[in-house]
Structure formats: structure tokens, C-alpha cells
């Protein structure tokens, strides 16, 4: 299975990208069993939903060779894009506390994933790249959208423009990790936190996630949307598939 969940009484559910030997790149079957995982844990009223990646990594974005294999890239590239903004919504949307964990890589729409997260927890030797502008690509999942809130105009366009790596120290300096943790630590220091997390009431996390949303995401859909098509977009066009072979070439 290309994700998988492991759910507990207590309402806490883990949810895990499941491609390691792709480092979880986010292949349309994978896209779509993230969005039926966090379903599922909205309807089963879950009040901690940790995001993380199998085999050492979160997620390394789109999977570029599923790109170049399709008969229809822009076809592709829509319908990833459609199932990767429903979870994004849902993220938002759910009433629990949703934790991205980052180890390895987060990059691209993995990047996008864990800053529509409502916490992020990294390892200490993780990095985070906007990587979209390498393929010749426009942001999706929501990266343009919760990256520019987060570290606000100029920063945005250098981290989008250059697309160079993010270590931990400047990640946290950014406002895009809460919390770093050696490797060895991680999961102790994880468990705390989903501890007292569990504590709050759960009335309180919902009507505290939806002033979050009205104060600083309303219009996420909207734009959304125009991510979407512009992905799209960009995705038919020679300069990105001339781009995906130098990178397969390689």
C-alpha cells in the first residue's frame, strides 16, 4: 500500500507515505489514499493525525517519472493536483491538530503538504526545497499560499526563484518547523507532544482551527484552484518535459 494508517483508541492516527524506495514521491495512487487516510480519520473523529514518510524521508514531491510516462502529462498533473488540494482542504478543514514529521526530504509538493500542517516536527538532518521552479513548474498544494504567509513576500520569491535547500536551523528560523529533534529522540519527543496535545479539549480544537483559518487562510481555495490550472498548464508545455528527461538522464 502506498499509504498506510494505523489508527488507536485514544483517537490519535498515523497516517504514512509509503513509497521509501521513491522516497514517498507522490505517485496519483498514493495522492489518492492520503485523501481517503484523512477521511477516514475525520470521520472517525480523530483528535491527533500525524503525517509522516516511510523509510527516512517525508516526501520528495511528485513522482517525475509517473510525469513522464503518461500518455497525457497536463492530464496527469490536473488529477494529482485535484486529489493532493483535497487533502489539503481536509488538513485544514479536520478538527483535530494534524503534525507533519519531516525526515530526509520535503520537497515540492512535500514541502507544500507539511507547511498545510497545523505543527511540524523535523529531524535534525532534514531539508526543504520549493524545488518547482527546477522542473519549470509553479507551485501546487497550497505552496505558494501558506509559504508566503509564513515568511511574507521577498523570502517567498528567493525560496521559490533559487529553489535552494532549506536546512533545519534556517527552516525553524522561518517559522516553517516548530520543533527539531535528533533521530534518536524523535519519537520519545513525538509521543509528548501528541501526550499533550490529547489533553486539549477537542471543542477547543475545532473552533481554534477555524479562527486560524478565517484569520490567516480564507481565499485558500480559491486559490486553490488557480494553482491547479496553472500546474496544469506549465505541465503541457515543452520546457517542463525537456526538463524532466535532463533530470531522468541523470
Avoid: W
Wanted: hydrophobic share 45%; with cysteine.
Amino acid at each position: 500500500m502506498d499509504v498506510l494508517v494505523e489508527t488507536f483508541s485514544d483517537g490519535v492516527f498515523t497516517i504514512t507515505l509509503n513509497r521509501p524506495e521513491k522516497k514517498n514521491a507522490m505517485s496519483l495512487e498514493l495522492l489518492k489514499r492520503l485523501s481517503e487516510a484523512l477521511a477516514r480519520a475525520e470521520a472517525q473523529r480523530a483528535t491527533v493525525v500525524i503525517l509522516r514518510g516511510a523509510g527516512k524521508s517525508f516526501c520528495a514531491g511528485g513522482d517525475i517519472l509517473e510525469f513522464r510516462q503518461s500518455a497525457k502529462i497536463d492530464a496527469q498533473i490536473d488529477c494529482m493536483a485535484d486529489y493532493l488540494h483535497k487533502s489539503i482542504e481536509k488538513i485544514r478543514q479536520i478538527n483535530a491538530i494534524v503534525i507533519a514529521v519531516v525526515e530526509g526530504l520535503a520537497f515540492g509538493a512535500g514541502l507544500s503538504l507539511s507547511l498545510a500542517c497545523d505543527l511540524t516536527v523535523a529531524e535534525s538532518k532534514a531539508t526543504m526545497n520549493m524545488a518547482y521552479r527546477r522542473i519549470g513548474l509553479s507551485p501546487d498544494g497550497g505552496g505558494s499560499f501558506f509559504l508566503s504567509r509564513l515568511v511574507g513576500a521577498k523570502k517567498f520569491n528567493e525560496l521559490y526563484l533559487l529553489s535552494r535547500n532549506i536546512d533545519v536551523q534556517e527552516a525553524r528560523e522561518l517559522g516553517l518547523v516548530n520543533f527539531v529533534f535528533n533521530d534518536q529522540e524523535l519519537d520519545t519527543k513525538l509521543a509528548e507532544l501528541v501526550r499533550d496535545l490529547k489533553a486539549l479539549p477537542a471543542e477547543s480544537i475545532s473552533r481554534f482551527k477555524e479562527l486560524v483559518n478565517l484569520s490567516l487562510f480564507s481565499g485558500l481555495s480559491s486559490h486553490l484552484d488557480k494553482e491547479r490550472r496553472f500546474v496544469t498548464e506549465l505541465g503541457s508545455g515543452p520546457e517542463f518535459k525537456a526538463r524532466l528527461d535532463a533530470i531522468l538522464k541523470k
